[in-house]
């Protein structure tokens, strides 16, 4: 699987081991930034994420900040993103099976590198649950058209 990653100051530190992790379980990984963790606004690396893949560079994306809300805030604001703010491996589930999320907005700041492994690892080898799901992920389609 393509994979584009991205985090702000906030995500940062998390950012490098966690695009080695994704590697390693043999994902392509393009790195959208930032290459410091010095100071950045998070909307510019949203941005950037969510354009690979809405645009099929990637197959998903990957964002970090402090709370992973700003993030996934930015993300979707952005046609065709389907971004999740995500603290569990159950929610990383949910939100694929359920809602088809294309993007995950990880918290770098209350949320640990192992827990954060763990949420990736589910979120990647979940797929959507089709079925009455559909329905929903299409009015949320919908609800884009709407702006």
């Known amino acids: 699987m393509k994979i584009s990653i991205a985090s702000d100051h906030g995500g940062f530190e998390q950012k490098e ?9 043999g994902h392509e990984v393009i790195d959208r930034g930032p290459a410091t963790d010095e100071r950045v606004d998070y909307p510019d690396f949203a ?8 645009q099929k560079v990637a197959d998903v994306g ?3 900040c402090g709370t992973g809300i700003g993030m996934a805030i930015s993300a979707n604001k952005l046609v065709g993103i389907r971004a999740a703010n995500v603290t569990t491996p159950d929610f990383a589930e949910l939100s ?15 949320t640990d590198l192992a827990t954060n ?3 990736l690892g589910v979120f990647l080898h979940t797929k959507f649950g089709e079925g009455r799901h559909v329905a929903r992920v299409q009015k949320i389609g919908a609800l884009e058209q709407s702006r």
């Open 17 to 25: 081991p966690l695009k080695t992790f994704l590697s390693q379980e």
């Open 117 to 119: 492994k763990a949420i």
């Open 47 to 54: 941005a950037l994420v969510a354009h690979d893949v809405v």
């Open 62 to 64: 990957v964002l970090i």
């Open 96 to 110: 694929r099976e359920h809602n088809d999320a294309n993007v995950i907005c990880l918290s770098g700041r209350f």
